[in-house]
């Protein structure tokens, strides 16, 4: 199913194709990025599946939003989407040793500044929604199962009904200690 996922979704077909148009070179993203040459090629080439972490990097790097990864065709453009139950965009975070599948609940919707997602983790997992400290804010609500959340030097224990919303620029990781399933959407200010 992944594999599927990721050749329908053509990430990697996109990020080269946005390299190319802004003449970069992959020694150029990297140093924009931090991963590695030889990493991006892998993406490239849809053999790695980026996680939402990397995708952002890409995405400030390429100067796009993270939503234009997730279009597979060019859509009328509007100001609503509407998600049905079952319709969710599914695709899947690396967080090593584990591969994290989450819904993206506002697919197609182009231009926006936030990423509504659903996270199932199904062992204990551990990992930040991005990877560094951004300009921006958070919320996650715990829908089933115990999450905890560290937030500036804080740890916070969140069960079904809990939620939490931060200020992104602080450092913050999400632990799963057994399973979990909860709304994570992210924010990021001065988008372009």
Known sequence: MKKEVLEKLNL?????????QRGMTLKDLAA????????LSQVENNLVS????????????LGVKIGYF?????????DYVLTRAGKEALVY?????????YRDLAYGYEGRSMSPILLSCDEPCEFSLKELPYEGEEFVHVLEGRIQVEYGGQRFDLGPGDSLYYNAQLPHRIRVGDRARFLAVLY???RN
């Open 12 to 20: 990697g077909g996109k990020i080269k194709e946005l390299r190319l």
């Open 32 to 39: 924009k990025t931090g991963f590695s040459p030889a990493l």
């Open 50 to 61: 980026p996680s939402i972490s990397t995708l952002w990097n890409f995405a400030e790097a």
């Open 70 to 78: 997730f279009h597979q065709e060019a859509e009328e453009r509007t």
């Open 93 to 101: 975070r690396n967080e090593l040793p584990h591969t994290l599948p």
């Open 188 to 190: 990021e200010a001065n």
